[in-house]
């Protein structure tokens, strides 16, 4: 027997049901925070309400809010380099 540890297995198994997979469209987000957590609205606006209901709320670490940061921040840099800028505004500004 060695006295090597094993390294854990890192391979993981996601479970994505049905309703989920679906997914929600959502077009405004609002992130609230204290010292220790983040809290991530998802809401769906439509044109002309005067309400919008929250589609899913998402609360996260600050170390987790890290790193969603840093991974979206190169998923918007790969798809520039693909498909070009992302305008923001209507005077091309980005």
Same mark, same amino acid.
């Not at 027997?1 to 297995?9: A, F, V, Y």
């Not at 940061?69 to 091309?92: C, M, N, T, W, Y």
């Given at each position: 027997?060695?006295?090597?540890?094993?390294?854990?297995?890192v391979s993981l198994q996601i479970q994505l049901d049905?309703?989920?997979?679906?997914?929600?469209?959502?077009?405004?987000?609002?992130?609230?925070?204290? @010292?220790?957590?983040?809290?991530?609205?998802?809401?769906?606006?439509?044109?002309?309400?005067?309400?919008? $209901?929250?589609?899913s709320r998402i609360i996260l670490n600050p170390k987790? =809010? $890290?790193?969603?940061?840093?991974?979206?921040? @190169?998923?918007?840099? $790969?798809? @520039?380099?693909?498909?070009?800028?992302? =305008?923001?505004? @209507?005077?091309?500004?980005?």
């Open positions: 027997m060695s006295d090597t540890p094993k390294p854990p297995d049905d309703d989920v997979a679906n997914g929600h469209y959502v077009n405004m987000a609002v992130v609230n925070h204290t @010292e220790t957590e983040f809290t991530l609205d998802f809401i769906y606006v439509q044109p002309q309400q005067p309400r919008a $209901k929250v589609r987790h =809010v $890290k790193r969603l940061l840093a991974v979206l921040q @190169e998923g918007v840099s $790969k798809h @520039e380099e693909r498909f070009g800028p992302i =305008v923001l505004s @209507e005077d091309g500004r980005h």
